[in-house]
């Protein structure tokens, strides 16, 4: 099996921009949400990064035509039954991955990969709601996905290896490069980079240095691109904490447990940018 038409779960800062790099790489997209006011807003936050992508001149006006023209979206599960990959981008949260999880696997077709782009949670356990465990794979894109390069792939205890390799295969269709990362909390990358996030947030809530004063430091320090607090504040302060609570939950230790200033944040709905106050004010 050829990957050529991709079901995207979520209509959110992640799953549109995965419909995006899919449909600007050729392939058809049906994106589903529960939510007509989050598909319309999708698509249009799809199409405007597209028209930034024509104004730099990386892509033609008749290009971005035929990547929106390749999006479709849709309110009905129903509408992924001949989806080659569904890739589920709901928010962080097992039982609600879960539920998407049943709720794809009754409608694909029984040779369709389901990938989920979880950013901590275990893949096998994910992967135990459905009834072919062995097509299921972790397949998690980094923010922005129209500019990140790297997608971490993660198997279940029960992925096969077909599996693994037409879900790299498409990693390379959609131009990113594809780490192969053991099923364990977080992972790799987020394994290291949310607990440096959540120490910055205890460097803070310590009187240490300033927020400013922090992500100037590793900027400049360590050459960060961006410091973590802005990163965080990019991120979305409730997402760090529910990983970092599952950090905390799947290893036992308190290394893991989250500043409670990015508790405290997230229960003031201080979210970040999504929210329009941080760490800094947007």
Do not use: W
């Not at 389901?114 to 709601?129: D, K």
């Not at 029960?158 to 909390?185: G, Y």
């Not at 290291?192 to 240490?208: H, K, R, S």
């Not at 990163?231 to 904490?241: P, Q, S, Y």
Request: glycine share 6%; aromatic share 4%.
């Amino acid at each position: 099996m050829t990957i050529q038409q991709v079901g995207v779960i979520g209509a959110g800062t992640m799953g549109n921009g995965i419909a995006q790099v899919c449909a600007a790489a050729g392939l058809s997209v049906i994106m589903v949400d529960i939510s007509a006011e989050a598909l319309d807003k999708a698509t249009d936050t799809i199409a405007s990064s597209l028209d930034r992508l024509v104004r730099k001149e990386r892509l033609s006006a008749s290009e971005m035509e035929e990547a929106l023209a390749r999006v479709r979206t849709s309110t009905e599960m129903a509408d992924l039954a001949h989806a080659d990959l569904v890739i589920e981008a709901a928010t962080e949260v097992l039982h609600i991955k879960e539920t998407i999880i049943r709720q794809i696997d009754a409608v694909v077709r029984s040779d369709a990969i389901i990938a989920t782009n979880t950013s901590s949670i275990s893949i096998t356990r994910i992967a135990s709601v459905s009834s072919r465990p062995e097509r299921c794979i972790g397949m998690h894109f980094f923010n922005p996905v129209p500019v990140m390069l790297l997608v971490e792939l993660i198997d279940g205890l029960q992925t096969d290896d077909s599996t693994h390799d037409k879900a790299s295969e498409f990693v390379s269709r959609i131009n990113k490069t594809a780490v192969s990362v053991r099923n364990s909390p977080g992972f790799a990358v987020n394994r290291i980079l949310v607990p440096m996030i959540n120490e910055a947030i205890f460097v803070l809530q310590e009187g240490i240095a300033s927020a400013e004063d922090i992500d100037s430091g590793m900027r400049l320090g360590c050459n960060h691109p961006i410091g973590p607090l802005a990163l965080a504040d990019l991120i979305g302060l409730d997402t760090l904490l529910q990983v970092m609570e599952v950090f905390h939950t799947g290893f036992a230790d308190s290394k893991y447990r989250p500043a409670p200033l990015l508790r405290e944040m997230v229960e003031a709905r201080y979210l970040g940018r999504k929210s329009g106050r941080g760490f800094y004010s947007y």
